[in-house]
């Protein structure tokens, strides 16, 4: 507003102050302002993807560099790759899950503490906990959590509950050990979806839900189509936040699994970080994270767009 | 190379520079040194800082190289030591931050490596090192350190770094009481025949195994190719001169899927130490590991004794041969501080700086002229089995190939463990063989 009004003052001024309009001190604030930020974004966000994605072209696999260009090399060796292969499968299957769990619960958390029980508070905070921690110490508990000698496995043989599994892990087994990585991600993660939807729920006006009940809905019919449609934001923001988390997953499974057994809990994260640091497959490395981004920018742009819309029809 | 030895006189004459400017200290030092002890002559005038660089932090490793540290200070009390140690990942986290600051040419004074392939074929390779031959000439290392440990240290006519000390890779490690009277397995039927023994007798999982990281099912594999094909083909299988779809490779294969059946299921959750565990408390009889399972043994309470609460033989087959995993420390191009890290190369070769190191670290000398009398019972027959076995370079730990085809056969390994596939492995590893071995 201000800067609208400097403008039409500097206008309405003699002709010799037209330069003065183009570099007044007002103009340019704005621009000066935001100016170190889309500096340093330009050059650490966009100018090193550009870097990867040009590295990824080379073939730049040892500790000298080498930027000869090889073209679509490497995504054909990597396309070509059992442990890449098995990477994808085990994203998507660990994205899916984990969002689906986290989502449910969360949501299930949120519909409970909304309700204002006695404890409500307490459980709310307890069920938050959990995101405090970063995720080396969630993978480090839910390793020995898991491990079949002292953890659960453990108790359960205790208690002869399953005394058929004697010795044999949820963790051990290739079947079912990315299951319990989902599991140990869920715990941390599913408390922020709740805290998500909780204030999705007490951000709906009261009006709305008397309008429903004075409409004759009933508790179903009001939940479905008046209180659900108005979280949409939520669980779209929710599937965004966590999906982006989950398909850049390196932590949890570095200190959990280390991708094992075999390759059933691999993810591209940590392919990438051993290619790059144990191999020293510089090219490699940056064509998994070049194919990491392009996984990500499959979930995010569809997002942007939709913001930008939303933006746009405001 | 004409511009280091620049560097080294213009090193030199700062260092008189000094000297002279610091009121004749230095020369006095320097007479004192001259006096005290048979110093090399230049040793009180070394000063600034010395950084070596490592993944020495846990105990044992740690107290041993300030045993390093200090022999150093001692011979030259000007130099600051700055111990650039990362932990982490068996030396993966310190591999990673090493590879950064040689690409930035910021390399520290000197730094650990494994012998072989783990520095020729990346910072050798990569025109980065400094070759030592000359302080290895000058040492008369020719006459401590054997051949087979020159040789593989060695490459394109050079000696790139000083060995310290030596681990062995081929061992079976067993708990002497819960042996019995039993006699350890020397062949692979025989080990067999005692895991069924011990298995018939209720213990379920007599072979203990930890193989968190996949390198520990790498040794069995290296282990086992040494004993189905003796050292000569094992060298040139490793240097990408043979076929791992060799007959000799799928027979290691198989026994090893043999052995697989006799291992705890969850081995996949365990390191290689919660291994040595299931052996120390007697759920298991046997396991395969490096000699630095002998630190684990004796640094339990109680402890337990060697050779009288558990022993240890040679990997099944490989009796007469050392696979050794071997630390040295190199010399890098543009290293900060040349005299100072020449200085400390020195003392890491020393007999003395050896005698200092190695019982603390639970390894043996690289040197064959250290005395044996401080050293546990079971280093004391190694150091003679070192003089007179057969020294194959461990491929597991990085001295036989480079480190990409090490980490891509932990790769493999691990796969292996679930699948047994015996052909699709020694495929997998035939394909890795000749992607990185053979440039």
Not at chain 1, 33 to 53: D, K
Not at chain 2, 57 to 62: D, L, W
Request: glycine share 8%.
């Amino acid at each position: 507003m201000a800067l609208a009004q400097t403008e039409e003052i500097l206008r309405e001024r003699p002709r010799k102050g037209r330069s003065r309009v183009v570099f007044s001190l007002d103009r340019l604030t704005p621009f000066l302002m935001i100016a170190p930020s889309v500096v340093l974004v330009a050059v650490f966000v966009y100018g090193f993807i550009g870097y990867s994605g040009f590295s990824s072209l080379t073939r730049w696999n040892s500790v000298v560099t080498d930027y000869t260009f090889v073209g679509l090399k490497q995504y054909r060796l990597l396309f070509q790759d059992v442990r890449f292969q098995a990477d994808v499968r085990n994203t998507v299957v660990f994205t899916i899950s984990f969002l689906l769990l986290c989502v449910l619960l969360g949501f299930g958390a949120a519909l409970l503490v909304d309700q204002k029980l006695p404890g409500s508070r307490l459980f709310q905070n307890v069920y938050l906990f959990p995101l405090a921690l970063s995720f080396v110490v969630t993978g480090v508990v839910w390793r020995w959590l898991w491990n079949p000698t002292f953890g659960i496995d453990a108790l359960l043989r205790a208690l002869h509950v399953d005394p058929a599994r004697a010795g044999l892990g949820v963790i051990t087994d290739t079947r079912t050990a990315l299951f319990a990585v989902v599991i140990a991600a869920t715990w941390q993660m599913s408390g922020f979806c709740m805290a998500m939807f909780l204030a999705g729920l007490r951000g709906i006006p009261e009006e709305l839900r008397e309008a429903a009940r004075v409409d004759g809905a009933g508790a179903v019919q009001a939940f479905r189509y008046v209180i659900l449609p108005q979280l949409n934001p939520v669980v779209l923001a929710a599937i965004i936040i966590l999906g982006h988390i989950s398909l850049k997953i390196f932590d949890l499974v570095y200190v959990m699994t280390f991708g094992g057994p075999g390759h059933a809990t691999d993810m591209p994260g940590l392919y990438m970080f051993i290619a790059i640091f144990q191999q020293n497959l510089y090219a490699y490395g940056a064509a998994i994270a070049t194919m990491l981004l392009l996984l990500v920018a499959v979930l995010v742009v569809p997002y942007l767009i939709w913001n930008l819309r939303e933006e746009a029809e405001r | 190379m004409p511009s280091t030895v620049t560097r080294r006189d213009f090193v030199k004459s700062a260092g008189a520079l000094a000297s002279a400017v610091t009121f004749g200290a230095g020369a006095v030092e320097l007479l004192q040194a001259c006096g005290n002890q048979p110093a090399p002559a230049a040793s009180g005038t070394l000063t600034g800082n010395l950084e070596i660089f490592s993944w020495w932090t846990g105990a044992g490793e740690k107290d041993g190289l300030a045993m390093l540290y200090k022999r150093y200070s001692d011979q030259y009390p000007q130099v600051k030591i700055v111990n650039a140690a990362v932990a982490g990942g068996a030396g993966s986290q310190a591999k990673a931050v090493l590879t950064t600051r040689m690409q930035a040419n910021q390399p520290p004074d000197s730094f650990q490596v494994h012998a072989g392939q783990e520095l020729i074929a990346t910072w050798v390779k990569a025109g980065k090192m400094e070759p030592i031959t000359s302080t290895w000439n000058e040492l008369g290392l020719d006459k401590s350190i054997p051949k087979d440990l020159k040789d593989i240290v060695s490459s394109g006519g050079d000696v790139w770094s000083i060995p310290v000390n030596v681990h062995r890779g081929n061992a079976l490690w067993f708990n002497l009481h819960t042996l019995g009277n039993a006699s350890p397995p020397t062949t692979f039927d025989e080990l067999t025949s005692s895991l069924n023994s011990f298995k018939a007798k209720g213990i379920q999982h007599p072979l203990a195994l930890g193989s968190q990281g996949n390198w520990q099912i790498a040794m069995l594999l290296e282990n086992g190719v040494l004993a189905n094909g003796g050292p000569d083909y094992y060298n040139k299988l490793f240097k990408g001169q043979g076929s791992f779809t060799d007959s000799k490779v799928k027979d290691t294969l198989t026994q090893m899927a043999t052995l697989l059946g006799y291992v705890n299921p969850d081995h996949t959750t365990l390191d290689w130490d919660a291994a040595a565990g299931l052996v120390a408390k007697g759920q298991a009889v046997y396991t395969i590991m490096g000699d630095w399972a002998k630190g684990y043994f004796t640094n339990l309470t109680p402890a337990m004794a060697p050779n009288q609460d558990f022993g240890v033989v040679a990997h099944p087959g490989t009796k007469g041969n050392y696979v050794t995993v071997v630390d040295t420390f190199g010399l890098p191009k543009n290293a900060p501080h040349r005299a100072n890290a020449v200085a400390w190369l020195k003392v890491v070769a020393s007999e003395r700086g050896q005698e200092d190191f190695n019982p603390k670290k639970g390894s043996i000398p690289a040197r064959t002229d250290v005395p044996a009398s401080v050293f546990d019972p079971i280093a004391q027959s190694y150091m003679r089995e070192f003089k007179t076995n057969r020294l194959v370079p461990s491929s597991a730990h990085g001295s036989a190939t480079p480190p990409n085809f090490a980490s891509a056969v932990n790769d493999i390994m691990g796969q292996f463990a679930q699948s047994k596939d015996v052909s699709g492995t020694a495929q997998a590893l035939q394909q890795k063989a000749q992607q990185f071995l053979t440039s």
